[in-house]
């Protein structure tokens, strides 16, 4: 039994790191960006103060997460925005610790107040842990969110089912165009 487990942790483990082979700009990738950020505008209209104010921010359209036991994880590809312009493509990847079972996908958006604080996520400094939290998106949605430490993140479910009680952090990587 404890075999087993090592086994399916390392699959787990193999699964989050193993990204798809990136060989350059795909035209449909500007496509595939503009959907992403029309799917958090069609449904979550509170954003809108974030998309015309932020210097910029980066659209996750589909993370998936899973978890088994007392690891899971996460992983999602997306773009990144600068003054409203395409400007690179981003992963994110995320780890968590705790009793959880079960799987979801959801979508996810990152904005960046300034500069300095997109500049700092390109340059790979970016982390959120659990001590940063998104604002899961409903139709209620408070329009008195602000950004904590020049970033606001959100989260829109799309499917599946997921319980945990779980600690963990996501970590994004950047590719410029």
Known sequence: MKMMRIV???????????????AGWDPRDEDDARNAVEFFRKNAPGLDRFFEHAYGYAV????YKGGLIMLGGAHGSGYVYELNTLIGRSSITQVNVGPQLGGQSFAEIVFF??????????QGNFELNAQATAVLVNSGMAT???YSNGVAVFVIPKAGVMAEATVGGQKFSYRPL
Request: charged share 25%; hydrophobic share 55%; glycine share 4%.
């Open 144 to 146: 008195n969110i602000d």
């Open 60 to 63: 996750f359209p589909d993370v």
């Open 113 to 122: 107040k300034s500069k300095e604080d997109l500049d700092n996520f390109k």
């Open 8 to 22: 399916v942790l390392a699959f787990m483990l193999a699964g989050m790191v193993v990204q798809s082979a990136f």
